[in-house]
């Protein structure tokens, strides 16, 4: 591992944007298509010229390697594809026993965790708080509010991140917006 020279970064905790960043990372409707269940009213948007940003990610100059620890901050955009919110593609940890931290800092959300064999847990999240992904569990975050939600994310340089499986196979349950509440329901595309 190359040694580093020690550093710190900005975090606005009411937007939640990082400097420095290495990167940024911009997600729109047409990058995460097959994300959600309403494949026509994606279809309607998507040639109606609406492609909408659904959420940045800021990411840390600090080397994804072993030994580390990169950090990012995410911000999710509010909106929704018919009654599904807007969320993060989500993703396993391509070393499966690695865990990550993430620490909520502006709007609501709710952050869905689920288990190669289908098993789903959510946690909300706000402002102020911690969530753990235990090891083994892919990971999404979901924007459950009327402003944009934003967190802080901390993992092991080593772990990768899998999205391909979570692109094929999707999450067991997603969020949804029923009589003014988010409530997680099961996913006609899951395979």
Known sequence: MELMEPFSSKLDLRVGTLE???????????????????????????EGGLDPLIYE???????????????????????KVGHEFFMTKGHFHVKRDRAEIYLGLAGDGHLVMQKEDGTV???????????Y????????????????????????????????TIE???????MVSRDGRAVLVGNPRYR
């Open 20 to 46: 420095p960043s290495a990167r940024i990372l911009r997600r729109h409707l047409s990058d995460m298509q097959e994300m959600y269940a309403d494949q026509k009213r994606i279809r309607r948007m998507l």
């Open 57 to 79: 990610v800021y990411l840390s100059p600090v080397p994804e390697v072993e030994g580390q620890l990169p950090y990012s901050t995410t911000i999710i955009y509010p909106g």
């Open 121 to 131: 847990r959510s946690q909300r999240m706000a402002p102020g708080t911690a969530a």
């Open 133 to 164: 992904v235990p090891p083994f569990w892919a990971h999404r975050t979901v924007n459950t509010g009327t402003v944009p939600f934003a967190f802080f994310a901390v993992w092991p340089g080593d772990a990768g991140h899998d999205y391909r």
């Open 168 to 174: 094929t196979t999707g999450f067991a349950k997603m």
